[in-house]
């Protein structure tokens, strides 16, 4: 149990689905992360909610839009995705953005595959 | 920029080995230094850090010091078991400017019976 639950663990979607990817944190941290990691490729860093405001969106395409309504959610609206969009998304959270030795606290990710 | 780099892997290794894998960094600034592991179906998790230079961090057997004459925080195990198979990320966080920590590429750990 790490503190950070994303669900569904599992997606299966066609390119032309719509669907959502949702993390939740009862950490009380607020600051939060979405990672994608693809098999042989370095984690990479997709978007970054410091107090709900979005501080880092690094190059992501638009097909990957992100919703933080609150310090204790996090979503990614998924529409319109590519074959190589395939990947393990992992949400994670850290204390306040101050505190810049906190670790971040990862969820077990969502696999999710495009047909 | 700042970066962290790591050991390719994957690593080897017999049940009660010893481990070490090579962490070394670049940055700007003072940065704290973590280590993370994921075990397979996980997400990452916190095996230790260190804040400042010559901290030693430790967890689970796993052992880290931040050498800031040499910018490395290699990761050492004296025996190994099976159940450390897993995958091991080098990372770094700057306490003076951005708190979004930089990660290594990650170290696959195999540990045979």
């Known amino acids: 149990e790490t503190g950070v639950t994303q669900t569904p663990r599992h997606l299966v979607m066609g390119m032309t689905n719509k669907k959502s990817l949702k993390c939740e944190q009862h950490?009380?941290?607020?600051?939060m992360y979405w990672y994608k990691q693809s098999a042989k490729k370095p984690l990479e860093l997709m978007f970054v909610?410091?107090?709900?405001?979005?501080?880092e969106n690094n190059s992501v395409p638009s097909r990957f839009s992100p919703e933080c309504p609150n310090s204790s959610h996090l979503f990614l609206h998924l529409h319109t995705l590519q074959p190589e969009d395939s990947a393990l998304y992992l949400c994670?959270?850290?204390?306040?953005?101050?505190?810049?030795?906190?670790?971040?606290?990862f969820g077990d990710g969502t696999r999710l595959s495009i047909l | 920029g700042d970066s962290v780099t790591q050991m390719e892997g994957p690593v080897t290794l017999s049940e009660e080995a010893f481990l070490t894998i090579n962490c070394t960094y670049t940055?700007?600034?003072?940065?704290?230094l973590f280590w993370y592991v994921q075990y397979p179906g996980e997400g990452l998790q916190l095996l230790l850090k260190?804040?400042?230079?010559?901290d030693k961090g430790s967890n689970k057997g796993f052992e880290a010091t931040y050498r800031k004459e040499t910018t490395s925080f290699h990761l050492e195990k004296g025996s190994v078991q099976v159940s450390d198979s897993a995958v091991y990320f080098c990372?770094?966080?700057?306490?003076?400017?951005?708190?979004?920590?930089?990660f290594g590429r990650g170290t696959s750990l195999i540990v045979h019976p």
């Open positions: 990372a770094l966080s700057l306490s003076g400017g951005s708190y979004i920590p930089t």
């Open positions: 260190a804040t400042k230079a010559d």
């Open positions: 994670a959270s850290s204390q306040d953005p101050q505190g810049r030795n906190q670790p971040q606290h």
């Open positions: 909610y410091s107090l709900e405001e979005r501080v």
């Open positions: 940055a700007t600034g003072y940065p704290s």
């Open positions: 950490l009380g941290h607020n600051a």
